[in-house]
């Protein structure tokens, strides 16, 4: 069985970071259990910030 199309499709955005800052995300996002950082735990990552920031502003221009 074919797995259903998201309704909301990922857009590929390629950044570059300083790496003082990488090493502090992946850190945080580093699993034990795996022994790596899980995969998309960037994604999610990164997902939730730029959230959390649009909501911040939302609510400031409202």
């Known amino acids: ?34 022994g790596k950082v899980p995969f998309g735990a960037w994604q999610r990552y990164i997902v939730r910030l730029v959230e959390a920031d649009l909501a911040k502003r939302e609510a400031k221009s409202s």
């Not at 797995?3 to 857009?11: A, E, I, L, S, W």
């Not at 390629?14 to 996002?29: F, G, T």
């Open 1 to 34: 069985m074919a797995r259903p199309k998201k309704t909301d499709r990922p857009v590929e955005k390629n950044i570059s970071l300083p790496q003082s800052v990488v090493v502090r995300v992946e850190l945080e996002l580093f699993s034990e259990l795996e």
